[in-house]
């Protein structure tokens, strides 16, 4: 069963800083792993989405990475700004035996302040 | 990106009744779609898979007769919530997943607030 964790659980950094946000997972047989930002009350916003295949990804100022044989995800916010306060969840997608042919499991998430 | 959406954002309902919240696709078919529940500083957790037109696969401990999900159509799912208890209070959020060699990317409803009083 494929379990996601992310690290740290909260993070607070001031205005300008480069920062990384870090997820791992245990099944590292994975068609593609997400990445997402919630802000407090609304629903998911897709930001990265990094193929199996592929190293990483970016757009932006955001740059996601990916390391399957060792089983983890960075994602890096160059230049922080307030605005990027949010949750920041990661998602691996794994073949799965039960109601479909694969499934999408979720990080708890980082929880993400930016200070001016 | 594609878009899905979700009604209604918030609902309050009293204890005992059922309510429905709609997940549509709105540029895009949708062959498949997901529901999942959030909890407070938790993970969201799939509730159910639905396919058009057939029933819905739902994930252990999850009850499928409090939980009605239909997918009559390629654009449109629903969840009803039956007999609600304060305890079914969440945020539910929706997932659509376009035809398979399109995209392999779910895509996410903005989510619905369900308070049970």
């Known amino acids: 069963k494929q379990e996601v964790t992310q690290i740290p659980a909260a993070l607070s950094v001031p205005e300008g800083e480069n920062l990384v946000l870090n997820c791992s997972f245990t099944d590292s047989a994975i068609y593609n792993l997400q990445w997402f930002r919630q802000d407090p009350g609304k629903g998911l916003t897709s930001l990265l989405l990094i193929q199996s295949s592929q190293r990483e990804q970016t757009s932006g100022r955001l740059n996601a990475s990916l390391d399957k044989s060792s089983g983890r995800s960075t994602l890096y916010i160059a230049a922080s700004q307030p605005g990027d306060s949010a949750t920041y969840l990661c998602?691996?997608?794994?073949?799965?035996?039960?109601?479909?042919?694969?499934?999408?499991?979720f990080g708890k998430g980082t929880k993400l302040s930016v200070i001016p | 990106g594609a878009v899905v959406s979700q009604h209604p954002s918030r609902v309050i309902c009293k204890s005992g009744t059922s309510v429905k919240i709609e997940c549509r696709s709105l540029?895009?078919?949708?062959?498949?779609m997901f529901w999942y529940r959030q909890f407070p500083k938790k993970s969201l957790m799939l509730m159910a898979t639905?396919?058009?037109?057939?029933?819905?696969?739902?994930e252990q401990g999850v009850e499928k007769d409090k939980f009605l999900i239909n997918h009559a159509s390629l654009t449109l799912s629903t969840l009803t919530v039956t007999s609600a208890h304060p305890e079914d209070s969440s945020f539910y959020i929706c997932?659509?997943?376009?035809?398979?060699?399109?995209?392999?990317?779910?895509?996410f409803g903005p989510g619905t607030r369900l308070t049970v009083t």
């Open positions: 540029d895009f078919q949708a062959t498949t």
């Open positions: 998602a691996a997608k794994s073949a799965y035996s039960g109601a479909g042919s694969y499934q999408l499991t």
């Open positions: 639905s396919n058009e037109g057939s029933k819905a696969t739902y």
């Open positions: 997932s659509a997943l376009p035809p398979a060699g399109l995209s392999y990317e779910q895509y």
